[in-house]
C-alpha cells in the first residue's frame, strides 16, 4: 500500500514539471517577425495580408507608413521563406524575394511602386 501512495505522490510532483515543458513546447513552435514589404495604399496592405495569410500563418498586419509586415506563423507548418514567396508571388518585394515582373505587372496602377519598370 505505501508503494501505491508513493508513486502517486511521485506522479504529482512531476506534472508541474511536466506542464511547463509541453508549454515550451508549444511556443517554440510558434515564430513572430517583421517582414520589409513595398506597398503604398490601402489596396496594397490587404493585398499584402491577404497573401501573407497562407496555411501555418496565425496573424498578419501591414503597415503602409513603415513598410513593416508582421507575421505569426506555426514554424512545423511553413516556413519564413514559404512567407516571403507567397507575398512575392503577389506582386510585392520583400527584403528576401524579389516579385517578378508578371505578378508585379498585374497590380493597379495606383499600387506601383518601383520605378524601373512600365506597368502593363
Same mark, same amino acid.
Given at each position: 500500500m505505501k508503494s501505491i501512495i508513493h508513486i502517486i505522490l511521485l506522479g504529482v510532483?512531476?506534472?508541474?514539471g511536466l506542464?511547463?515543458?509541453?508549454?515550451?513546447?508549444?511556443? &517554440? @513552435?510558434? @515564430?513572430? +517577425?517583421?517582414?520589409? =514589404?513595398?506597398? $503604398?495604399?490601402?489596396?496594397?496592405k490587404e493585398r499584402i495580408e491577404n497573401g501573407a495569410l497562407i @496555411?501555418? $500563418?496565425k496573424y498578419v498586419e501591414?503597415?503602409?507608413e513603415t513598410e513593416k509586415l508582421k507575421v505569426i506563423y506555426k514554424s512545423k507548418k511553413v516556413t519564413e521563406d514559404e512567407i516571403h514567396k507567397a =507575398?512575392?508571388? +503577389?506582386?510585392?518585394d520583400t527584403d528576401k $524575394?524579389?516579385?517578378s515582373d508578371a505578378a508585379y505587372g498585374k497590380l493597379p496602377d495606383c499600387?506601383?511602386?518601383?520605378? &524601373?519598370i512600365e506597368k502593363h
Amino acid at each position: 500500500m505505501k508503494s501505491i501512495i508513493h508513486i502517486i505522490l511521485l506522479g504529482v510532483l512531476m506534472m508541474p514539471g511536466l506542464n511547463q515543458a509541453q508549454a515550451q513546447e508549444k511556443t &517554440d @513552435k510558434t @515564430k513572430t +517577425i517583421e517582414v520589409e =514589404v513595398r506597398g $503604398v495604399c490601402g489596396m496594397c496592405k490587404e493585398r499584402i495580408e491577404n497573401g501573407a495569410l497562407i @496555411k501555418g $500563418v496565425k496573424y498578419v498586419e501591414y503597415n503602409k507608413e513603415t513598410e513593416k509586415l508582421k507575421v505569426i506563423y506555426k514554424s512545423k507548418k511553413v516556413t519564413e521563406d514559404e512567407i516571403h514567396k507567397a =507575398v512575392a508571388a +503577389i506582386g510585392h518585394d520583400t527584403d528576401k $524575394v524579389r516579385a517578378s515582373d508578371a505578378a508585379y505587372g498585374k497590380l493597379p496602377d495606383c499600387c506601383s511602386y518601383r520605378g &524601373d519598370i512600365e506597368k502593363h
